[in-house]
């Protein structure tokens, strides 16, 4: 998956946005971390302990991209 850059918003300026729309924030910084961590075990095929913890890595995104989109509709 391609890395999404999501513009900085500053504590300030998040506290002023509605509810939804700062849980959607946050969830968007959390999913571009799990993201991440989704790609390094991809890669660690020799390390049954992380290959072994991918499943449940991907549940945590799949949660996460659930909940932004219920946020968002």
Not at 33 to 51: M, W
């Amino acid at each position: 998956m391609p890395q999404v850059t999501l513009p900085e918003l500053t504590p300030a300026f998040r506290a002023r946005l509605p509810l939804n729309e700062q849980l959607m924030d946050v969830f968007a910084d959390a999913l571009v971390s799990v993201n991440d961590a989704l790609e390094i075990a991809a890669g660690a095929s020799g390390k049954p302990a992380i290959v072994a913890v991918r499943p449940r890595i991907q549940a945590v995104y799949d949660e996460l991209n659930s909940l932004m989109k219920e946020l968002a509709d």
